[in-house]
């Protein structure tokens, strides 16, 4: 009998540390802001990623369910290009319309049974968010380049 409540109390002991451990404060337990960058070297290295994803490419016909979060990180960026790219404000709209348009036809909401307009419309959204992106990377890119650098 005592070999039971041995074992037991030495499971409490775990138990106890275990969620002692998850008390504490863990990386990304804080937000720092409304979910945008708005610091050009971080986009630098963010639109080139988005550059990268497969949601964009052919296959966007049928992945496009399955792109919401690349297109919610598209839409994180928004603001911060067009803080950063005032001179761009044509490609920032047009970027923010197609995100709007293929969040409002929740083109990642279909399971498998996607109405002709999300089947017609999805994609395209994809392409222009992708051909957007593109543009205001160069734009970015061009921006930082010619920006004074301060030295120390």
């Given at each position: 009998m005592p070999r039971k409540i041995t074992g037991l109390a030495a499971l409490v002991l775990i138990g106890v540390?275990?969620?002692?451990?998850?008390?504490d404060d863990q990386p990304g337990d804080v937000n720092n802001g409304p979910g945008y960058t708005d610091n050009a070297s971080d986009l630098l290295v963010?639109?080139?990623?988005l550059?990268?994803?497969?949601?964009?490419?052919?296959?966007?016909?049928s992945l496009f369910p399955n792109c919401g979060r690349y297109v919610t990180e598209v839409a994180n960026t928004v603001a911060a290009l067009r803080d950063d790219l005032p001179q761009q404000g044509s490609a920032v709209n047009a970027l923010q319309n197609a995100v709007n348009e293929f969040q409002q036809l929740a083109c990642d909401s279909v399971n498998g049974s996607?109405?002709?307009?999300?089947?017609?419309?999805?994609?395209?959204?994809?392409?222009?968010?992708?051909?957007e992106l593109d543009i205001l990377s160069r734009g970015l890119a061009a921006a930082v380049s010619?920006?004074?650098?301060?030295?120390?």
């Open positions: 540390c275990a969620l002692a451990g998850c008390a963010k639109l080139p990623a550059q990268g994803d497969p949601c964009r490419t052919n296959q966007a016909d996607a109405t002709k307009q999300q089947l017609a419309t999805c994609p395209a959204q994809l392409r222009a968010i992708g051909t010619s920006s004074p650098t301060t030295g120390d």
